[in-house]
């Protein structure tokens, strides 16, 4: 038989016999009783007003508030003057004379319905956007060993090279040593080669002086001659002297300053705040966009020759009448589209021809100096420098729904590409790699182009990878798309000019297909627009969603309306 106490599969039991099945609740303790302890428990302590119920209807009695004041009270009432909760003595007192009051239980629904509110922002809002921050950190820090393992290989590698250096260098001063001993051996080689003939002959002059002794022929020693004289010159003493070794001093300072430095590291938010995640939705909007349908058939509407020399290479909207055009020099027209009128010219400040160009919300034209290293905003036909980059060249740009810019930029030596945003000139944000620590975005003066999505996606086309590379707003890899088969003309998938639009549809145009792919906000494949199209490049969409499409060989815009 099973423990009634602990068995899992038991009815509940009264909290005071502890047999008896549940039947009464106090809302007022939290006890669950039988009907038989009923009694005994309200006696238990009666400074409490139990509200005894039955269990089905527990904690459907409001548990009103002690009143700090009077402490066997309970406060029903609320006082908004004092911005507290009041009992009847409290109310009858001089205290909250004149004073207003309210239920508590019109204060609980308040309370209520703003704790709920703030549950759907921590739901919805607030946990979701940390989580984004802590996958963001999380990809810092993987960046962080990778870019701290790079910077120690290339300090190993460079030690390396200066031991390679060391080592030719000891073995070129052991070859001289080499040279000058055996120069010196040789020379002293020499003279006693020379001395040990004199010995030789010193030797033989003394045999023949024995032998003329000895003789007992006079006529031989009368005749005998000997040249003594001739080593009484003794030869010149070679004295050789041993090069020394002058080690140079290693000064630590000097040694750092020629072998190299490291600049100093910051970790610090330079005032830059994370942003919070925003609903999907335009942040302009107040509710969703309505649904629009693509066209069976899109059509044109409206194509301009824009009159450049040579290439026609982008196209951004000013408003659903005005689009502003950047080709092979540097100059940029606005157009009337419907008129197919010139309205503007603007040349940049240096004379470069501009990289990229972009519209922000308030109308005003952007563009980027790649050989200049700047970013620039034209302001009532003046241009004002925003951007300046060191080590980095700014590609392509675009302004974001919250009035940011995102710039797509290379490395002096064109081996990494990353997308920065700023505010103004502050940078507040740097995407380029994924959670693996790998480059999200190809390098090497491949075409890349960059748009924001409604869902404040960042998508950018990235020809050298053959792919349309989407991220969330803190930069995290969504998809990649590569294209669609079968294309209108089989060739490679090669994405160039991107933009969006009120679907949250993301457009690119393939100049190797000579067509505009639409995706989805996911990645999904939806369409190709063709429309004639004769190398599609730069891509705009208006408030209306029509699509402008910058063709490069032909210099022409095309306006194509694709929805409905």
């Known amino acids: ?37 009923v ?94 921050i802590a996958s963001d950190v999380q990809n810092r820090m993987s960046q962080l060993e990778k870019e701290y393992g790079d910077l120690s290989i290339a300090i190993t590698k460079h030690g390396e090279d200066w031991h390679t250096e060391i080592d030719k260098l000891v073995r070129k ?59 009484k010159k003794l030869p010149q003493k070679i004295v050789s002297s041993i090069p020394k070794f002058m080690p140079g001093k290693i000064q630590e300072k000097e040694l750092h300053r020629m072998f190299g ?26 509710s969703s966009p309505p649904v629009k349908q693509l066209l069976d058939q899109p059509v044109t509407v409206n194509t301009l020759d824009t009159g450049y020399q040579y290439n026609l290479y982008k196209v951004a909207c000013l408003s659903d009448e005005e689009i502003w055009t950047r080709g092979d020099d540097s100059t940029m027209k606005l157009y009337s589209i419907n008129q197919g009128s010139l309205l503007k010219s603007i040349t940049t400040k240096s004379g470069n021809r501009p990289t990229g160009i972009a519209v922000t919300k308030s109308g005003d034209l952007v563009y980027t100096d790649y050989r200049d290293r700047t970013v620039n905003i034209v302001k009532n036909e003046k241009i004002e420098e925003v951007i300046r980059l060191q080590n980095w060249k700014p590609d392509k740009v675009c302004s974001t729904s919250s009035g940011d810019l995102l710039v797509i930029m290379d490395s002096n030596d064109n081996k990494q590409t990353k997308v920065v945003c700023y505010s103004g000139s502050t940078e507040k944000q740097t995407i380029q790699f994924d959670d693996k620590g790998k480059p999200l975005y190809s390098s090497g003066y491949s075409s890349t182009y960059i748009t924001e999505n409604r869902n404040l996606d960042i998508c950018v086309s990235d020809c050298g990878a053959k792919a349309v590379v989407v991220v969330n707003q803190v930069g995290k890899l969504r ?25 949250s549809h993301i457009l690119t145009a393939d100049d190797y297909n000579d067509c505009v792919h639409i995706i989805d906000q996911d990645g999904q494949f939806l369409r190709y627009i063709v429309c004639g199209l004769c190398e599609p490049w730069g891509l705009c969409t208006d408030t209306n969603d029509n699509l402008f499409v910058a063709q490069c060989r032909n210099r022409q815009v095309k306006k194509i309306k694709y929805l409905q």
């Open 39 to 132: 009694g005994k428990h309200m006696i238990s302590d009666e400074s409490k007003d139990h509200r005894v119920v039955k269990f089905q209807s527990r904690k459907s009695t409001p548990l009103y508030p002690g009143c700090k004041t009077h402490i066997k009270e309970r406060c029903e009432m609320y006082c908004n003057q004092c911005d507290i909760p009041v009992c009847n003595i409290c109310i009858a007192s001089d205290q909250h004379l004149t004073h207003k009051f309210l239920t508590i239980l019109q204060i609980l629904d308040e309370k209520k319905n703003k704790i709920i509110k703030e549950q759907t922002e921590l739901k919805k809002t607030i946990y979701p956007t940390y989580q984004d």
């Open 173 to 231: 001063l052991k070859v001289e040593v080499d040279e000058m001993k055996n120069t010196q051996l040789q020379t002293l080689q020499k003279h006693l080669d020379e001395i040990n003939k004199n010995i030789s002959d010193i030797k033989d002059e003394i045999n023949a002086v024995n032998v003329t002794i000895d003789s007992n022929d006079l006529s031989i020693l009368f005749n005998a001659k000997f040249n003594v004289d001739r080593y």
């Open 261 to 286: 430095a490291l600049t100093q590291s910051s970790l610090n938010s330079n005032g830059c705040y994370y942003s919070m995640k925003t609903p999907q939705k335009s942040p302009e909007a107040g």
């Open 479 to 503: 998809f990649r798309y590569t294209g669609h088969t079968p294309a209108p003309k089989n060739k490679p998938f090669s994405p160039v000019g991107i933009t969006t639009d009120s679907q």
């Open 1 to 37: 038989m099973m423990d009634p106490r602990t068995s899992a599969q038991d009815v509940m039991r009264c909290d005071l016999c502890e047999t008896a099945v549940v039947q009464m609740h106090c809302d007022t303790c939290l006890v669950n009783l039988c009907t038989a302890c």
